[in-house]
């Protein structure tokens, strides 16, 4: 029997600025349930607080310790080690980190900074980990869902400074088991018993079962036929939220 779930946002809740049918009552259900309920993203286009107001808005019931984004965590690592971060991020981020020392920068931070991933500040974010600046990545997700349509996210820019200065990243976020165990730890359970529902099979579903949990793929979002393919391991596939949430029930 699954003790927790945890839900991605964007593609399994909602998707662009429509909820996808049966979603708010299968959130509240799960809420109403046994289950420790948890909602993970990676999503760097908004501050956490945005990203908490808008599911609310939309009428999802959920509460601030139930919401784990990796720009968070990203910064939460950064203030732990006393890092003074070169942070290239998207504009409607900046705020988050704005509260931290930028100045002589002696980490880099890449998040999906959309516009800004331009020649000359990812040159410089190169030049400072060849320096020897971590590298810290807000999540690997390779493309995400916009308007219809799938677009580059970070995880392409943080492999290419990876390899081009020859470093590892730190991903503070999805797929990272760090950042999963970071979110079963607050639920109080074991990884065994939960199961992870995302829409993205290799941050959400490669990820989660690369971490002990069980998982289980939506056909909605950024789905694309054939991902269930794509990794190894086993997991479920169903068509939404709503047959997500039974399955954990039982």
């Given at each position: 029997m699954f003790k927790a779930?945890?839900?991605?946002?964007?593609?399994v809740?909602y998707?662009?600025?429509?909820?996808?049918?049966?979603?708010?009552?299968a959130?509240?259900?799960?809420q109403q349930?046994?289950?420790?309920?948890?909602?993970?993203?990676n999503?760097?286009?908004?501050t956490?607080?945005?990203?908490?107001?808008?599911?609310?808005?939309?009428?999802?019931?959920l509460?601030?310790?139930?919401?784990?984004?990796?720009?968070i965590?990203?910064?939460a690592?950064a203030?732990?080690?006393?890092?003074?971060?070169?942070?290239l991020v998207?504009?409607n981020?900046?705020?988050?980190?704005?509260?931290?020392?930028?100045?002589n920068?002696?980490?880099?931070?890449i998040?999906d900074a959309?516009?800004?991933?331009c020649?000359?500040?990812?040159?410089?974010?190169f030049?400072?980990?060849?320096a020897?600046?971590?590298l810290?990545g807000?999540g690997?997700?390779?493309?995400?869902?916009?308007?219809g349509?799938l677009?580059?996210?970070a995880?392409?820019?943080i492999?290419?400074?990876e390899?081009?200065?020859?470093v590892?990243?730190?991903i503070?976020?999805k797929?990272?088991?760090?950042?999963?165990?970071?979110?079963?730890?607050s639920?109080?359970v074991?990884?065994?018993?939960?199961?992870?529902?995302?829409?993205?099979?290799?941050?959400?579903i490669?990820?989660?079962?690369k971490s002990?949990?069980?998982?289980?793929?939506?056909?909605t979002?950024?789905?694309?036929s054939?991902d269930e393919?794509l990794?190894?391991?086993k997991f479920?596939?169903?068509?939404?939220?709503?047959?997500a949430?039974e399955?954990?029930?039982?």
């Open positions: 779930i945890f839900f991605d946002l964007s593609g809740l998707d662009g600025t429509q909820v996808i049918p049966g979603a708010i009552a959130i509240n259900r799960a349930s046994h289950l420790q309920v948890r909602f993970v993203t999503t760097s286009r908004m956490g607080q945005k990203v908490l107001l808008g599911l609310q808005t939309m009428g999802f019931a509460d601030a310790g139930q919401l784990f984004s990796a720009p965590a990203a910064k690592l203030l732990a080690n006393n890092w003074r971060p070169y942070c998207h504009r981020l900046k705020q988050e980190f704005a509260d931290i020392d930028q100045e920068p002696d980490a880099v931070i998040g959309e516009r800004d991933f020649y000359e500040k990812l040159d410089y974010a030049q400072l980990c060849r020897g600046a971590p810290i807000i690997r997700n390779r493309y995400f869902k916009l308007d349509k677009h580059l996210d995880g392409p820019f492999t290419a400074i390899y081009a200065a020859s590892t990243a730190i503070m976020g797929p990272s088991a760090a950042f999963f165990n970071q979110v079963a730890a639920a109080g074991e990884n065994n018993e939960i199961l992870m529902v995302g829409d993205d099979v290799f941050g959400d490669e990820g989660a079962l002990g949990m069980h998982a289980c793929l939506v056909r979002g950024k789905y694309q054939g393919t990794v190894s391991g479920s596939c169903v068509d939404s939220v709503v047959q949430v399955l954990a029930l039982g």
